[in-house]
C-alpha cells in the first residue's frame, strides 16, 4: 500500500488537498471520484519526496511536533502495535498534511520491507542524523520503544532551550532596533527642521551643533546609500561564508573573540555531549556516535577538531585524552568525561556534562541580557541628551545675547 497526495475540486467548487493511502495509483483515482472530487494532482509520496527532500521546499518537522510524534510513537510500540500501524494511527491524527505525507511515506516504506531506520533515511531534511543513528541502534537492540522515549525527550529539551533563547533574544532586538530607528528618524527629519533656523543666524554656534548638523546632513543625504552598502556587505559576507575556508577562519576567530567564544564553546559543547549521551545510551558505537555528534555542532573549528578526536580515539587514546587535546573544551568537561570511562558510566557522565554546561549558558545568557538591557537603555539615553543639548546651547546662547 502506497501513500498518495492529491488536489481536487469538490461538488461546491472548493480547492481541496490531502493524502491518504491506497494500493494502486488507478485505484487511488477511483476512489477520490467515488467521493465525488475532481481529480487536478495526483503524486505518490515517495516519488514527491524524493525531488523535494534535496530543495529549498523540503519540509521539516519543528522540535515541538517531532517531540510530540515520538513520544507518541514509542507510546503506541509500548503497547504493542505494529510499527507500520503505530505510524498509520498517528498520521492520522496530525493537522499538517505535508507531516501526514511524510509519516504516510515512511510506513510505505516499512510496509515494502525497510527498517523504521532505512525508511527514515530517506527523508534526511526532517529526520536529522542524529535521530536515524538512534532509531537504528534502538531497533537493533530490540528496544525501540525505550530508545523513542530518550529521544522525545531530547527532542523536548533541545525544544525548550531554544524557546529560552528566542524568548531571551526578543526583547533587546526589538529594543535595540526600536533606537536605531528612532535616532535615525530624529537625525534624518526632525534635527534638520530645528537646525534650519540657526542657518539663517549669524551666530557662532557650538561644536557639539556643528558635529549634530554634520551627522544629520550625513545621515540625510547618504543614507540610502549606507543601507545599500551594508545589504552589499551582508550579501558578500554570506556568500564568502559559504566556502570552507572562510567559515573555517570565522569560525576560528569566534572561539577567540572575547565574550563571545565562551557562548560558541558552552553552547556547541552541551550540544554535542549531549548527542553523545543520548548515541552512546541508545547501543551506538562510540566511533560512529562521536562522527555523527561532530555534524551537530554549528561551529567548523569545533567539527574539525571532533574529527581529529575520532581519529585519536581510533588509535587508541582515551575519550577525555583526546578532547583535552583540542584546547576546545572546558575543563569540567574533560573531568567528568574521564570520570565515566574510569567508571564505565560514560553516557550518564556525558549527560551530567551537558546540563552542566546547559545551565551555565543560562546562566550567562541572563546575565548578559541583564546587563545590556541597562547598558542601552542608558546609551540610548545619552544619546538623546546629546542631541537635546545640541539643539538647546544655541538657544541659551541666543537669549543670552537678547539680555
Not at 480547492?15 to 472530487?37: H, M, Y
Not at 510500540?77 to 511515506?105: C, F, N, Y
Not at 552541551?270 to 566511533?287: C, K, M, P
Not at 570511562?341 to 556525558?350: I, V
Amino acid at each position: 500500500m502506497a501513500a498518495f497526495e492529491y488536489k481536487a475540486i469538490n461538488g461546491n467548487g472548493q480547492a481541496v488537498k490531502g493524502v491518504f493511502e491506497s494500493d494502486t495509483v488507478k485505484l487511488a483515482r477511483q476512489q477520490l471520484r467515488n467521493q465525488g472530487l475532481h481529480l487536478l494532482e495526483l503524486n505518490e509520496v515517495r516519488n514527491k519526496e524524493h525531488k523535494t527532500q534535496n530543495s529549498l521546499f523540503a519540509h521539516r518537522i519543528n522540535l515541538r511536533q517531532m517531540a510530540h510524534i515520538t513520544r507518541q510513537l514509542s507510546a503506541l510500540l509500548r503497547s504493542g502495535l505494529a510499527i507500520d500501524e503505530a505510524l498509520g494511527i498517528i498520521a492520522k491524527q496530525l493537522e499538517s498534511a505535508r507531516t501526514r505525507r511524510v509519516l504516510l511515506g515512511i510506513r510505505t516504506r516499512i510496509l515494502e520491507g525497510q527498517s523504521f531506520a532505512q525508511a527514515c533515511n530517506a527523508f534526511p531534511s526532517t529526520f536529522s542524523p542524529l535521530y536515524r543513528a538512534t532509531v537504528a541502534a534502538g531497533e537493533s537492540s530490540g528496544k525501540l520503544d525505550q530508545v523513542l522515549e530518550r529521544l522525545a525527550d531530547y527532542i523536548s529539551d533541545k525544544g525548550q532551550i531554544h524557546s529560552k533563547l528566542q524568548m531571551a533574544m526578543i526583547y533587546p532586538v526589538m529594543l535595540t532596533s526600536v533606537s536605531i530607528l528612532v535616532v535615525i528618524g530624529l537625525l534624518t527629519y526632525v534635527v534638520p527642521e530645528i537646525t534650519g533656523v540657526f542657518d539663517k543666524m549669524d551666530q557662532q554656534l557650538p561644536a557639539i551643533t556643528i558635529g549634530l548638523i554634520a551627522c544629520s546632513d550625513f545621515f540625510k543625504n547618504n543614507g540610502l546609500i549606507l543601507l545599500g552598502i551594508f545589504a552589499c556587505v551582508a550579501v558578500a559576507a554570506k556568500a564568502i561564508l559559504r566556502h570552507d575556508a572562510p567559515r573555517l577562519a570565522f569560525h576560528r576567530f569566534l572561539l577567540t573573540a572575547p565574550l563571545i567564544s565562551r557562548f560558541t564553546k558552552g553552547m556547541n559543547t552541551a550540544r554535542f555531549t549531549r548527542t553523545l549521551a543520548i548515541l552512546t545510551n541508545s547501543g551506538v558505537e562510540l566511533l560512529e556516535a562521536l562522527k555523527i555528534s561532530s555534524q551537530v555542532l554549528a561551529n567548523k573549528a569545533m567539527q574539525k577538531a571532533i574529527e581529529n578526536t575520532t581519529l585519536r580515539v581510533r588509535e587508541g587514546q582515551s575519550l577525555n585524552k583526546a578532547m583535552e587535546r583540542c584546547g576546545f573544551f572546558p575543563p569540567v568537561t574533560i573531568h567528568l568525561i574521564a570520570s565515566g570511562e574510569a567508571s564505565g558510566q560514560l553516557p550518564r557522565m556525558l549527560a551530567n556534562a551537558a546540563d552542566d554546561q546547559e545551565r551555565e549558558m543560562e546562566a550567562l545568557t541572563e546575565l548578559t541580557m541583564g546587563l545590556f538591557e541597562p547598558a542601552l537603555i542608558l546609551f540610548m539615553g545619552l544619546v538623546v541628551l546629546m542631541i537635546v543639548l545640541a539643539i538647546l546651547l544655541p538657544i541659551f546662547e541666543m537669549n543670552q545675547l537678547i539680555r
